[in-house]
């Protein structure tokens, strides 16, 4: 839940396969993610663009890894890696405790994108647009798809 709403929002699948490395891994299997010395090496993502995303100013996120179990193989799910309609269920059940409704990666993916492009007219705006758009895995076109429109703003 952490992952989702404190950083750019990817997708629950770019979290699905992140393992926890104890050694760097670049060079490992490029079919799997990895959480390594506070980055995120994203690999095996829907656009094809791998990236680290450096996160050690998360302080919530850092805490939370650091207090996982030794051993813990994969970041969300432990020693076995869930599958994707298995995860979406525990996501949406976590939302509907906290809000009352059920909430998917990709309605917070909307949410995100359109607080990102209500800020574009802000000094660097449009800057941070783009790299919070690499950042959840969008190119800019695909940033700008997800933009709502609420009061105005949006396509």
Do not use: C, W
């Not at 952490?2 to 699905?16: E, F, V």
């Not at 393992?19 to 390594?36: H, S, T």
């Amino acid at each position: 839940y952490a992952l989702m709403l404190k950083l750019p929002t990817r997708r629950l699948a770019d979290y699905r396969r992140m393992r926890i490395e104890k050694e760097n891994p670049e060079g490992k299997d490029k079919g799997y993610n990895y959480y390594y010395d506070g980055k995120l090496y994203i690999n095996n993502t829907k656009n094809k663009r791998e990236m680290v995303q450096d996160i050690k100013g998360e302080g919530l996120i850092m805490r939370l890894i650091g207090e996982l179990p030794e051993g813990t193989r994969y970041i969300i799910s432990g020693e076995e890696m869930y599958g994707q309609a298995k995860l979406s269920k525990i996501f949406g059940g976590i939302t509907k405790v906290i809000y009352g409704t059920r909430f998917n990666a990709r309605d917070i993916r909307k949410i995100n994108a359109t607080e990102s492009y209500k800020r574009i007219g802000e000094e660097g705006g449009i800057r941070r647009f783009k790299e919070e758009a690499k950042n959840r895995g969008h190119s800019v076109e695909e940033a700008l798809e997800y933009v709502l429109e609420v009061g105005g703003v949006g396509s």
